[in-house]
């Protein structure tokens, strides 16, 4: 069995930073591709960025690119997302995701995903 906790979310105003934290318990995250998804309010989950399992290959969606970096730290069993110049439209409930698939690159649709934290507010006032 496979948790992830997720913490670090917080009220920011906009051009601030935050990183989140993603803890994995059960496996280590370096069996996983490892993404971070975000869900607003009336809206779908979207991708923000993923880690692959080998080699920590990094991804991101366009509107994060340059402004986030998702980074892995095996000894901790813990990915993590450093978020800066953040903006309003950044405020959404963020979650971590693991997929133990053997994709060479990360999937990008939230099905593909094997496991889930619980979500960490972001708000981002203007």
């Known amino acids: 069995q496979v948790q992830l906790v997720e913490s670090g979310g917080g009220l920011v105003q906009a051009g601030g930073s935050l990183r989140l934290s993603c803890v994995a318990s059960?496996?280590?995250?370096?069996?996983?591709?490892m993404a971070w998804f975000r869900q607003a309010p009336g809206k779908e989950r979207e991708f923000v960025a993923a880690i692959r399992r080998d080699y920590s290959i990094t991804y991101y969606a366009d509107s994060v690119k340059g402004r986030f970096t998702i980074s892995r730290d095996n000894t901790k069993n813990t990915v993590y997302l450093q978020m800066n110049s953040l903006k309003p439209e950044d405020t959404a409930v963020y979650y971590c995701a693991g997929d133990m698939g053997t994709r060479a690159v990360p999937a990008r649709v939230p099905s593909l995903y094997d496991y889930w934290g619980q979500g960490t507010q972001v708000t981002v006032s203007s």
């Open positions: 059960g496996r280590t995250v370096s069996s996983y591709a």
